[in-house]
């Protein structure tokens, strides 16, 4: 009668916790969104496993239900972390008339930790993290987030900043922090974060809108008024005397 | 001539990732804080150990720094994230003229992940993570920050907020924030977050900033306009339908 929603991290075994891989461990069942799942196979072997397509997550979460229901250990599975645009949220509404059915939520580290370590140090101060996906909020409260964000001298951190759909959508939201920040605020972006592949490139304000690489699997970074670049790095500073 | 500089996450090893874990295993020597490096005593053993006091973080990255120009190689170790509010930053600023010296970042779990899984899935949507400590960031910053967060309908999660020289800087961001939100608004806070102790407390916006235990060691997480409680955890839904 439980279920385990768990944040695996980017991808690689080497970022998840032991907390995730014991929570696995102990499942009878594994329920996921199968590109997560066909990452954990060594872990899974012999557990009776669901694997769902994307955009089926209400789907997804009624599956590890009937299976807790069952009186079966449950691990529901997501990348990065399940408290972050996860599933954790959306499996508690699923199992609401279920109090019966423990819920623990196993963090992992989010695009936000694991993509800015490539980068450098840019979420060293107050940050806002945003999605920039209009697939279930509107753009309109998009749009206001990013413009409040900025102006508040946030450091920015964009979830989902381009689909095909959603071509412009980064450059848009460029456009509005430019009203706040000059062109050459340090900027970045990593694709594939701990994957085969990953890539960190620093860039900046101006030019980050326009690069076509960024897609769905890439996570941007704006800096706040005092972000720079350090050998290479992007830093924001806290303002430590003395450096 | 390498420095990791390594988040451990909140604090048990259950946290700590094998990227971590290798990082530790492979230095020679171990910087940090003293508290933090006392966690890890069954990680350190046979290494060089420089611990300092709070407070003395220019002077520990500075120990870091001549470590690794001696060729050695030096785990710097920080609790939570090393990005967030961490060390990575400050160590880059601090190793500016010596870029022969690596620095590699190896993320952690931070505690607006750590300290959400306990309360339920509160930044399942767009969240700021602001710090109440001016010891490095002008009053007046903050405040501008945290009002704009207020309006932009952002989950907030608070770093640092109170401590006994600032005592009521909750309180303060409270009623900022009840200009803009429900004083039923769903909050919570998270006490020694993986440690021993560990403490996870709902309450509302209008309640929050009033309660005497929130200290140092305390993560705290204001809800968004739609964040509810479900089954006495906190949620903030991210618009699925079906649900």
């Not at 944040?7 to 929570?23: F, H, L, R, V």
């Not at 972390?81 to 939520?105: F, N, Q, S």
């Not at 030019?207 to 890439?218: H, N, P, R, V, W």
Request: with cysteine; glycine share 10%.
């Amino acid at each position: 009668m439980k279920i385990y929603v768990v944040g695996i991290g980017p991808g690689k075994a080497d970022y998840m916790t032991p907390q995730a891989k014991q929570a696995i461990a102990s499942a009878d069942v594994i329920v996921g969104y199968d590109f997560y799942v066909d990452l954990l196979k060594d872990l899974t072997l012999g557990k009776e496993i669901f694997k769902t397509a994307m955009k089926q997550e209400v789907e997804r979460c009624k599956i590890a239900l009937e299976q807790a229901k069952k009186g079966k250990t449950v691990a529901f599975v997501c990348s990065g972390d399940a408290g972050v645009y996860g599933m954790a949220g959306i499996m508690m509404e699923v199992a609401k008339d279920h109090p019966e059915v423990a819920i623990e939520v196993v963090s992992g580290i989010t695009a936000a930790c694991s993509g800015a370590a490539v980068l450098g140090a840019p979420l060293i101060h107050d940050f806002a993290v945003i999605s920039l996906s209009d697939l279930l909020t509107p753009w309109s409260r998009i749009e206001k987030r990013v413009t409040l964000a900025a102006e508040a001298d946030f450091v920015i951190c964009f979830y989902n900043p381009k689909s095909k759909k959603r071509a412009d959508y980064l450059e848009k939201a460029c456009r509005m922090i430019l009203q706040y920040r000059s062109p050459n605020t340090p900027c970045g972006y990593v694709k594939n974060i701990g994957r085969d592949g990953e890539k960190g490139i620093i860039s900046t304000l101006e030019q980050i809108g326009k690069i076509s690489e960024i897609d769905m699997f890439t996570t941007v970074f704006i800096g706040n008024s005092e972000t720079k670049i350090v050998n290479g790095k992007m830093v924001t500073p806290r303002g430590y005397i003395g450096v």
